[in-house]
T-cell receptor, first 116, second 111 residues
């Protein structure tokens, strides 16, 4: 069974500094996708970044980058130049492909608090 | 270009009542996923539907829960005889086959 582990329940970061949110995954599939979502206090799920298992380069989207280490099965999210608006829950997810179903398996999340 | 719409945003039901949650996918999307988020937890997959077909219901509780995605109209997640443990946020996501776009969620409170 596939599994996503986020070991940091909560993190603090000073405004304008970078922060890394950890995510490890477990799968026996060769083809899979990894996602990060942000959930602010308002509750919606905001897609941040995607990494495919065959992508050779680490994904980047603005201030977000994904540090993908396939051999270690880790997909850490790096947020550069943190802003107060980055304070939120962050979820790592893996897409499980089985018999035409592309469901997402989520980790338990990391709550990030950006200090002014 | 409207995003994924869910209604109602908040729903309060007494124990034993029925809850109906609606999800309208993005224009052109024919895949709908439903997820449940219990307080202080991550999202858990419930069911995946295409128009008029349930593709994967491996995450659905065996009793009281059902889902449909008719040819016309929104996808419906139906919970019969709700219990306090059903209190959660229910998210739907629509897809054109690759990335999933989430709706704002429906927060169900069972009193």
């Amino acid at each position: 069974a596939q599994k996503i582990t986020q070991t940091q329940p909560g993190m603090f970061v000073q405004e304008k500094e970078a922060v890394t949110l950890d995510c490890t995954y477990d799968t026996s599939d060769q083809s899979y996708g990894l996602f990060w979502y942000k959930q602010p206090s308002s509750g919606e799920m905001i897609f941040l970044i995607y990494q495919g298992s065959y992508d050779e380069q680490n994904a980047t989207e603005g201030r977000y980058s994904l540090n993908f280490q396939k051999a270690r099965k880790s997909a850490n999210l790096v947020i550069s130049a943190s802003q107060l608006g980055d304070s939120a829950m962050y979820f790592c997810a893996m897409r499980e492909v089985f018999d035409s179903s592309y469901k997402l398996i989520f980790g338990s999340g990391t709550r990030l608090l950006v200090r002014p | 270009n409207a995003g994924v719409m869910q209604n109602p945003r908040h729903l309060v039901r007494r124990r034993g009542q029925e809850a109906r949650l609606r999800c309208s996918p993005m224009k052109g999307h024919s895949h709908v996923y439903w997820y449940r988020q219990l307080p202080e937890e991550g999202l858990k997959f419930m069911v995946y539907l295409q128009k008029e077909n349930i593709i994967d219901e491996s995450g659905m509780p065996k009793e009281r829960f059902s889902a449909e995605f008719p040819k016309e109209g929104p996808s419906i997640l139906r919970i019969q005889q709700v219990v306090r443990g059903d209190s959660a946020a229910y998210f739907c996501a629509s897809s054109d086959g690759d990335e999933q776009y989430f709706g704002p969620g429906t927060r169900l409170t069972v009193t």
